[in-house]
């Protein structure tokens, strides 16, 4: 099993600023996402965080919007950039080694005003 | 696109009532499915995957390929079952969501 650390838990933040997520695994994990869950909805898939090369992002989401990073096989950080209202929501970091099941980590409630 | 439907955002039923929350996909060759249950205050986990086929917490699910579904069904509920159930899809490594069933089991 994987335990995925998330931080921060929630923020609110001014409209045009930007926020970065850090999520940390405690084991080494092949594969890394971030998934956003709106108020009242589903999961939906942002990126697939890659180790030292660009994350794959899903259609709807872009690289100037959010950025990611991951440095190694444990860490990976998401920033939302120029957040709006609309970007209120909460960001969960999963993590997955091979077909084994997906972890997830606690989340982070973001609130933009 | 993989697409997974769970037309039911609320269910509720009493303690010891039968549940059967749905769970349909859409077709593509052999689907890895899962369940997975986020209890109050909790993070999302794993539930159980139609693979390993075995029964946890009493649930169990079932894939049938004709109806593409993967029900999941537990016979008697209990009100710690009270959860939000979520049906995914893998597609490779990355997991696509149905949109959520809000269980609650009523003393």
């Known amino acids: 099993s994987a335990v995925i650390s998330q931080k921060p838990s929630r923020d609110i933040c001014q409209r045009g600023t930007s926020l970065t997520i850090q999520c940390q695994v405690d084991?080494?994990?092949?594969?890394m996402f971030w998934y956003r869950q709106q108020p009242g909805q589903s999961l939906t898939l942002i990126a697939t965080?890659?180790?030292?090369?660009?994350?794959?992002?899903e259609s709807g989401f872009v690289i100037d919007k959010f950025p990611i990073s991951r440095p190694n096989l444990t860490f990976s950080t998401l920033t939302v950039s120029n957040m709006s209202p609309e970007d209120s929501s909460i960001y969960l970091c999963s993590a997955r080694a091979g077909n084994t099941e997906a972890f997830f980590g606690q989340g982070t409630r973001l609130t933009v005003v | 696109a993989q697409r997974v439907t769970q037309p039911e955002k609320l269910l509720s039923v009493f303690k010891g009532a039968p549940v059967e929350l749905k769970c349909n996909y859409s077709y593509s060759g052999s689907p890895e499915l899962f369940w997975y249950v986020q209890y109050s205050r909790q993070r999302l986990q794993l539930l159980l995957r139609h693979i390993s086929r075995e029964s946890i917490k009493g649930f169990t699910a079932d894939l049938n390929k004709g109806e593409t579904s993967f029900h999941l069904k537990k016979p008697f509920a209990q009100e710690e079952d009270s959860a939000m159930y979520y049906c995914?899809?893998?597609?490779?490594?990355?997991?696509?969501f149905g949109e959520g069933t809000q269980l609650t089991v009523n003393p």
């Open positions: 995914a899809r893998a597609s490779g490594s990355r997991l696509t």
């Open positions: 965080a890659n180790q030292g090369s660009e994350a794959t992002y």
């Open positions: 084991s080494q994990v092949t594969m």
